[in-house]
């Protein structure tokens, strides 16, 4: 029965058991990781607030980041790495989660959402150390990334040498594997003789970059298979599909086995009886010859054994001794050479078994430098690739300037600052300097910028208008009908009359007074006297729209109060359009047109003290 281990932590790797040991196989959990969660800062988790886009790397890490409660935005697009990642994200957030095709890195970068990510914010949320290449591409993509790291994977025990000697005592054949992490916590401490042990055993791996980076710890690329992702139902098809390969292999070596020793044995048998036949054949014509000699022999030593008592008899006692002294010296020289020898082969032995300890101990020495060597090497690598750019720091920040002085672009500078809070994400000692980026993000968001077009259309409607207002006038009535008084008459005798009434008549060619009939209030105006009002009006409102282009706040105000004091004087108040024309003017005086807010980044000094 093959017996095979799973490695996954703590309370992941039950129903894969379960399904193995239905199979036919000895199934045995034995976790060699731990999972530790974090608590990251208030400046690590506000960008998942913002984000356009959620990646998360395993169950692990939805179930950490959920354990932090934090303000997230769920109409964020979500990503799974794996099958059970994007359940996962289901059971806690309610959201359906994107998810390759090929459940490791390279098929979730491989999506053509995540293709086309310029400009737009991603948090990555994973554990420390993990998918270092999502984190790469995305950025050389043109991301505004974030790292939220939420959990870490450490060893149960400091040294795997125990481990390897219990499972090798258990006849273990298959080793199941999830993650680079747990390849390190079992290659770390061993031994050669454990590492020739390990390179027999079958590995089971979730994808190809586990087993490339098993093939670095001198695994043979025959021992190792990989499944189709994490899942338990995955892990189970790889590790059942290639049980019965070698079931079929072993199948057919043991039938063509079988077959050669049965050729072997039949042709023995008919070589032996060729031979007993030709014996049979030969054994006949030599009897005599054997018994005559038999019987000479017998002659011979009954007469030797005659004279030979006879001499005996004479010579017992003084024979007798000197056999037995010789008998005791020979046995004590016998002693002490095997005494000899035992001493001799008790050192052999010490020497050897000195020599194995002294051997195995260079050897374990040697391999434990190697691999701090190697690790300091891979280190001092990773750290000379992701070393922070002081120049690089002091460009961003300097562009965020200009775009807030010079361009007035507030939203761009925000985009400037994030992008330089992203580059600092992956790098230690800067939580201070990133905490006062933060704050000017959040200060630039909060401005809310001028309503322009919309305060622009409104002013248009009220050009729109004024031709339907109604003038606080009445049109002059007819002239009333009177008689001419100082019509001449024809009468002779009365000359004195006609003499008045044509004097009357020349006063009344230079003062012309009028009568109409009824009482005017209003007051009363000519049709070019209106249309020198309405045009005014309109004239102010172009006036107000032509400063709220080029951001003048007080030549706005200055129009609009002109245009509400003409509307309100020569137009009749209790008309519907008159009424309508002054709320919007009042709402339009409400307006805070406030084009150049006072900012001051605090970033700016925190980036020239880092710098120094």
């Known amino acids: 029965m093959k017996h095979i281990l799973i490695t996954r932590p703590e309370g992941k790797g039950a129903a894969l058991a379960e399904q193995l040991e239905q199979a036919g196989y000895q199934a045995s959990l034995y976790p060699v990781l731990k999972i530790t969660y974090l608590t990251p800062t208030n400046v690590e988790l506000s960008p998942l607030v913002n984000a356009d886009k959620i990646i998360f790397v395993s ?11 934090p303000a997230i935005n769920t109409k964020a697009q979500f990503y799974g790495v794996g099958q059970q990642t994007a359940d996962t994200i289901y059971e806690v957030f309610g ?15 491989a999506l053509k959402s995540l293709a086309d990510v310029d400009g737009s914010n991603i948090v990555l949320v994973k554990g420390i150390g993990g998918r270092p290449e999502i984190a790469k591409t995305l950025k ?30 258990h006849n273990v054949n298959g080793i199941v594997i999830t993650s680079n992490a747990a390849v390190d916590a079992i290659f770390n401490t061993i031994s050669a003789a454990q590492l020739t042990w390990l390179q027999q055993c079958e ?17 043979n690329s025959t021992h190792i298979h990989t499944a189709a992702g994490a899942s338990d139902h995955a892990m189970f ?66 007469a030797s054994g005659v004279g030979y008592e006879f001499y005996q008899k004479l010579n017992a006692s003084k024979v007798q001794n000197l056999a037995v002294n010789t008998l005791t010296e020979q046995n004590k020289m016998l002693q002490q050479e095997l005494q000899a020898l035992k001493s001799e082969q008790l050192s052999l032995q010490q020497a050897l078994l000195n020599s194995e300890e002294q051997i195995a101990m260079a050897l374990n ?72 980026i933060t704050q000017d993000i959040q200060t630039l968001d909060n401005i809310k910028p001028v309503a322009t077009e919309a305060i622009y259309l409104q002013l248009n409607s009220v050009i729109k208008r004024i031709d339907d207002l109604v003038f606080n006038a009445v049109n002059l009535p007819e002239e ?45 105006l000519t049709d070019r006297e209106r249309h020198l009002i309405t045009q005014r009006i309109k004239l102010n409102i172009t006036q107000a ?46 307006e805070s047109l406030n084009f150049n807010p006072e900012v001051t980044l605090q970033s700016t000094q925190k980036v020239k003290e880092w710098a120094q």
């Open 95 to 109: 959201v359906r989660a994107a998810l390759p095709k090929q459940h490791d890195s390279e098929g979730l970068l």
């Open 365 to 436: 020495e040697n391999s434990v430098k190697n691999q701090q060597a190697l690790k300091a090497a891979l280190q001092k690598v990773q750290q000379s690739g992701n070393t922070l750019n002081p120049q690089e720091v002091t460009s961003l920040q300097r562009m965020a300037e200009f775009k807030l002085w010079a361009e007035q672009d507030y939203p761009g500078t925000s985009a400037v600052l994030k992008r330089l809070d992203s580059l600092l994400s992956d790098h230690s000692g800067t939580l201070e300097l990133r905490q006062a």
């Open 545 to 590: 729209q032509d400063a709220l282009m080029a951001k003048q706040a007080s030549i706005y105000f200055n129009a609009l109060n002109d245009t509400k004091r003409l509307v309100n004087e020569y137009f009749k108040q209790d008309d519907d359009a008159t009424k309508v024309v002054i709320q919007t003017l009042a709402n339009l005086e409400k």
């Open 140 to 169: 050389q993509r043109g991301a505004y990334l974030n790292n939220c790291v939420v959990y870490q994977r450490e060893p149960v025990e400091p040294s795997s040498a125990n481990w390897i000697d219990h499972w090798q005592s």
């Open 237 to 302: 098809t790889c590790i059942n599909q290639q049980g019965s390969k070698m079931s079929e292999q072993s199948a057919t070596s043991k039938v063509e086995k079988a077959a050669q020793p049965t050729a072997k044995n039949t042709s023995n048998t008919t070589k032996s009886d060729s031979v007993n036949a030709n014996n049979q054949t030969q054994s006949a014509p030599q009897k005599v010859s054997k018994v005559g000699s038999v019987a000479l022999v017998i002659s011979l030593l009954v």
């Open 59 to 69: 169950q692990d890490a939805v179930h950490a980041l959920n354990a932090l409660k």
């Open 203 to 219: 590995f089971y791996v979730a994808s190809e970059r586990i087993g490339t980076y098993l093939q670095q710890q001198k695994i």
């Open 480 to 524: 009333a009908s009177i008689s001419d008084e100082n019509a001449l008459s024809e009468d002779v005798s009365d000359w004195q009359q006609n003499i008045l009434n044509s004097w009357n008549k020349i006063v009344d060619s230079f003062i012309t007074i009028r009568h109409h009939e009824g009482v005017l209030i209003e007051p009363l």
